[in-house]
C-alpha cells in the first residue's frame, strides 16, 4: 500500500513540508492540498529528503504549485531531493526550473 506523511514546520518566511513515502496517484490529493493551503500565502519548502517515489500526479502537483506561486509572488523550494525524487524531476527536464535547495537557510 502506498503511503504518505506530511509533516508541516514554520518558518519566519516559509512554510516547510517533510514528507516521506511516495507522491502518486493515491497519495497525491493529500499533498495537493497541503501544498497549496500555504503557496498562495508564503513561500514553500518540501523536504523530499525520505520521498521514495513521484509519479506524474506528485509532479503536476509540483508544477502546478511553482506557477501558482510565482503569479502569487512566492517561491516553491524543493530541499534535498532523495534519488528517486531526483530522478522523477530529472525526467521531467524541469530540473532548472525548479528552486532545489540544500537547507532553508537558502530562502530568500
Known sequence: MDT???DEK???NYTLLEVSGVINSVTF????TKVYSYIRQTN????LDEVTGIDSSG????MGAFNDGEESGFQLYLMRPSAAAY??????????????IHAVTEVL
Open 87 to 100: 530522478k522523477a524531476l530529472d525526467a521531467t527536464g524541469f530540473t532548472d526550473t525548479f528552486n532545489i
Open 59 to 62: 509532479m503536476g502537483v509540483l
Open 44 to 47: 514553500v519548502v518540501i523536504d
Open 4 to 6: 504518505l506523511a506530511i
Open 29 to 32: 490529493a493529500e499533498f495537493r
Open 10 to 12: 514554520k518558518g519566519a
